[in-house]
């Protein structure tokens, strides 16, 4: 069975824009590691974020950290060299837009980097099969992405569960991520269900206490 180590990444979506070297000094002084960096176009969803410029400033001021890009993009493909060169450690794409997947997959993983694939609540576990060999992350939305500061979806823990057998059944060692309304209420049964990579944006940077204990008591 695998046994992947607990991550909790927090989203810098969810930090004050004007401060985000701040909010990466806050996930770092809290003994994380890993940076969420949730990228948006205008178009695969209904807002826009940041770019590979944010990125790289941030990889100056923090080189040991690691940068779990989430590009939620119509054409991820067509930016694959500028977050690498930017500085990403691991670059997620998602599966419902129509680009060359599994090139960009291999492309990521060509740059050195680690590779993620993603899905929307609404699309099914199983679609992510012919992929999952090739990645080191599979992530969940638990929203609509688009923003931060949603409700969990009802489902959540069904779909974790669900890939999870999937990883077992396929003999992979793959993480699990989840993104999106998770809190230090719901994060403990998302966790028992599988989940083994935590995304928080508006809980960590409002409820910071709160989620680190909730964690914690998961990481024993
Ligand atoms: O990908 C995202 C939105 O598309 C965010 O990462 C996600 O929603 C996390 O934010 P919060 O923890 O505030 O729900």
Redesign the pocket.
């Known amino acids: 069975m695998v046994k992947n180590s607990l991550v909790l990444a927090p989203?810098i979506?969810?930090a004050d824009c004007a401060a985000l070297g701040d909010a990466v000094g806050k996930i770092k002084n809290a003994g994380l590691k890993w940076v969420?960096f949730?990228v948006?176009d205008a178009h695969f969803?209904p807002?826009l974020s940041f770019g590979p410029q944010f990125l790289k400033r941030l990889r100056e001021l923090y080189p040991d950290m690691f940068f779990d890009v989430?590009l939620?993009m119509d054409n991820p493909h067509l930016y694959i060299d500028a977050f690498a060169s930017a500085g990403a450690s691991l670059i997620n794409v998602h599966l419902e837009p129509d680009f060359p997947l599994a090139e960009t997959l291999r492309e990521i993983h060509l740059k050195g980097l680690k590779v993620g694939i993603t899905i929307k609540p609404k699309t099914s576990v199983f679609e992510l099969a012919p992929y999952l060999p090739f990645v080191d992350l599979a992530m969940l939305?638990?929203?609509?992405?688009?923003?931060?500061?949603?409700t969990?979806v009802e489902n959540a823990h069904e779909r974790i569960a669900a890939l999870k057998k999937l990883r077992e059944e396929m003999k992979l060692n793959f993480r699990i991520e989840i993104?999106?309304?998770?809190?230090a209420q719901n994060v403990s049964n998302c966790i028992k269900a599988g989940a083994d990579t935590i995304?928080?944006?508006?809980?960590?940077?409002k409820h910071t206490d709160e989620l680190l204990a909730a964690i914690a008591a998961e990481n024993k």
């Open positions: 989203s979506l969810a969420h949730d948006m969803v807002n989430h939620m939305m638990t929203v609509e992405p688009g923003f931060g500061g949603q969990i993104d999106g309304g998770v809190t995304v928080a944006g508006t809980a960590f940077f």
